[in-house]
C-alpha cells in the first residue's frame, strides 16, 4: 500500500492511492496516518480494503507530509562510507545518532525555506524508516517486523549552522521544513529488501547524487535494534539512516549550497519522488 496524507497545511486527511495512482480518502476508516493507523493489525485491515471503492480526493490536492504527530525524529549521520570520504570524516566505530526538531517536517512539493543568515543551505536525499510498533531492547532478527514502511526524506541541513555554530548538530537540522517526508509512506511488505534501493538528487535537474542503500555502513535492521537500545522507539517515530556521496559541501572543486529560486528533486526507488522550490525564510 502507498498510504499518504493530503490537504492544507495542519488540515490533512488520510488518504491511499489506487492502482491508477489516484489519492482516495480513507477517513470513514482511520483518522489519520499516524501511531493511531500503523500497527500491523490496522495496515492488515487497511490493506484488505478495494481503494477503488473509497471516495476520490479533488484534483491538485497539496500533499502533505506522510506521517502525522510524529513524535521523534532520529538520523544517521556518515552512514555511507563514501559519503564520510567527501566529508573528510572517519567511518564511524558506531553509528552516529542525532534528532531533528519534529517542527522540520513537511510534505514533499512544500516550499524549501532557506534560513535567515544561511549561507551553507544542503541536501541529502535518504531513505526514510517508519515505526509501526513500540521497539526496545529488540534484537536485530526481529528489527523489521517493528516497521510500518518506508518513504523518502530530504535532510536538508545549513552546514555552518551544523559545523561552525557550537553544539550539536541538530542546530543545522531543524529549521522549518528541513524535513521533506514522503510523497507517500510505502508499506513493509512492498519492500522486502531496503539495502537495496537507489537513492538519487538533483537540484534545477543536475543530478548530484546517485547512490544504493546497498553500500550503507550499518543496515536498516541493525539500526532499528540499535536505536532501541538507548531510546524507545513509538509507532510513528521516524528514522533517517543517512545519504550517499553528492551532498554539496562534498563538491569539488568547491562546495555548492542551496539558494533562492531552485528546485530540488529527491527520490528513492519505489518511495516516490519529492520536489521542493526554494524560497527565503
Given at each position: 500500500?502507498?498510504?499518504l496524507?493530503y490537504?492544507?497545511?495542519?488540515?490533512?486527511r488520510?488518504?491511499?492511492?489506487?492502482s491508477?495512482?489516484?489519492?482516495?480518502?480513507l477517513?470513514?476508516?482511520?483518522s489519520?496516518?499516524?501511531?493511531?493507523?500503523?500497527?500491523p493489525e490496522?495496515?492488515t485491515r487497511?490493506?484488505?480494503?478495494?481503494?477503488?471503492?473509497?471516495?476520490?480526493?479533488?484534483p491538485?490536492?497539496?500533499?502533505?507530509?506522510?506521517?502525522?504527530?510524529v513524535?521523534k525524529?532520529?538520523?544517521?549521520?556518515?552512514?555511507?562510507a563514501?559519503?564520510a570520504?567527501?566529508?573528510?570524516?572517519d567511518i564511524?566505530?558506531?553509528?552516529?545518532?542525532?534528532?531533528?526538531?519534529?517542527s522540520?517536517?513537511?510534505?514533499?512539493?512544500d516550499?524549501?525555506?532557506?534560513?535567515r543568515?544561511?549561507?551553507?543551505?544542503?541536501?541529502?536525499?535518504?531513505l526514510?524508516v517508519?515505526?509501526g510498533?513500540?521497539?526496545k531492547?529488540?534484537e536485530?532478527?526481529?528489527?523489521?517486523?517493528h516497521v510500518?514502511?518506508?518513504c523518502?526524506?530530504?535532510?536538508?541541513?545549513?552546514?555552518?549552522?551544523?559545523?561552525?555554530?557550537?553544539?550539536q548538530?541538530?542546530?543545522?537540522?531543524?529549521?522549518?521544513?528541513?524535513?521533506p517526508?514522503?510523497?507517500?509512506?510505502v508499506?513493509r511488505?512492498e519492500?522486502?529488501?531496503?539495502?537495496n534501493?537507489?537513492l538519487?538528487l538533483?537540484?534545477?535537474?543536475e543530478?548530484y547524487?546517485?547512490g544504493?542503500?546497498?553500500?550503507m555502513i550499518?543496515g536498516?535492521?541493525?539500526?532499528?535494534?540499535?536505536?532501541?537500545?538507548?531510546?524507545?522507539l513509538?509507532?510513528?517515530?521516524?528514522i533517517?539512516?543517512?545519504?550517499?556521496?553528492?551532498?554539496?559541501?562534498?563538491?569539488?572543486p568547491?562546495s555548492?549550497?542551496l539558494?533562492?529560486g531552485q528546485?530540488?528533486?529527491?527520490e528513492?526507488e519505489g518511495?516516490?519522488a519529492?520536489?521542493?522550490?526554494?524560497?527565503?525564510?
Open positions: 500500500m502507498k498510504l496524507r490537504g492544507a497545511l495542519g488540515n490533512e488520510p488518504g491511499i492511492l489506487d491508477a495512482g489516484q489519492i482516495r480518502d477517513s470513514s476508516h482511520v489519520d496516518i499516524d501511531a493511531s493507523s500503523l500497527s490496522v495496515l487497511l490493506s484488505a480494503l478495494d481503494p477503488e471503492t473509497l471516495p476520490p480526493a479533488r491538485n490536492e497539496r500533499i502533505g507530509a506522510c506521517v502525522g504527530n513524535g525524529m532520529i538520523c544517521i549521520g556518515l552512514n555511507y563514501d559519503h570520504a567527501e566529508a573528510g570524516m564511524p566505530s558506531e553509528p552516529i545518532l542525532f534528532s531533528k526538531a519534529t522540520a517536517i513537511c510534505g514533499a512539493f516550499n524549501l525555506e532557506i534560513p543568515e544561511s549561507i551553507k543551505t544542503d541536501w541529502e536525499v535518504e526514510g517508519v515505526i510498533k513500540r521497539a531492547y529488540i536485530q532478527t526481529d528489527a523489521l517486523t510500518a514502511g518506508y523518502t526524506v530530504n535532510d536538508v541541513s545549513e552546514r555552518d549552522f551544523q559545523i561552525h555554530r557550537k553544539g548538530w541538530v542546530k543545522g537540522k531543524s529549521h522549518d521544513t528541513f524535513a517526508i514522503g510523497p507517500w509512506l508499506t511488505h519492500i522486502p529488501d531496503p539495502q534501493l537507489g538519487k538533483a537540484v534545477d535537474g543530478v547524487q546517485d544504493n542503500t546497498q553500500t550499518y536498516v535492521s541493525f539500526l532499528i535494534a540499535y536505536i532501541s537500545r538507548f531510546m524507545t513509538e509507532a510513528g517515530d521516524v533517517a539512516t543517512g545519504t550517499p556521496p553528492g551532498v554539496g559541501m562534498g563538491q569539488k568547491e555548492i549550497f539558494k533562492p528546485t530540488v528533486e529527491a528513492v518511495l516516490g519529492q520536489r521542493q522550490v526554494t524560497v527565503n525564510a
